[in-house]
């Protein structure tokens, strides 16, 4: 399987920003999504963004449209998730994916294929 090596997360003030990055390491499909699920405790792990590598579409969860952002650069081969105007509610876990089908953000179920981080902490404070 594919390793993800997140970074990037932190403590931060509600309004406040930070980017998370995911590195993987030369997924073996050519063509493949990555994606961003978080996990708050208590609660189900939820999607929250994910982006196509090959022409860059993207998608997001209702509650950080606007707020939150997916890209990839593919020569770095690292996937980021840039997230503005924080509120303690985005307070989780974050876990990366990689999968050569759909990720789907109501789904956080990957295929065999399939590979998740370790995950890295955001928390916002009010």
């Known amino acids: 399987q594919v390793q993800l090596v997140e970074s990037g997360g932190g403590s931060v003030q509600a309004g406040g920003s930070l980017r998370l990055s995911c590195a993987d390491s030369e997924y073996p499909y050519s063509l493949y999504y990555m994606g961003w699920f978080r996990q708050a405790p208590g609660k189900e792990r939820e999607g929250v963004a994910a982006?196509?590598?090959?022409?860059?579409?993207?998608y997001s969860a209702d509650s950080v449209k606007g707020r939150f952002t997916v890209s990839k650069d593919n020569d770095k081969n690292t996937a980021y998730l840039q997230m503005n105007s924080l509120k303690p509610e985005d307070t989780a876990m974050y876990y990366c994916?990689?999968?050569?089908?759909?990720?789907?953000?109501?789904?956080?179920?990957?295929?065999?294929?399939?590979?998740w981080g370790q995950g890295i902490q955001v928390t916002v404070s009010s």
């Open positions: 994916a990689a999968d050569w089908r759909p990720i789907i953000l109501s789904r956080p179920v990957l295929s065999e294929s399939g590979s």
């Open positions: 982006i196509f590598t090959a022409d860059g579409r993207t």
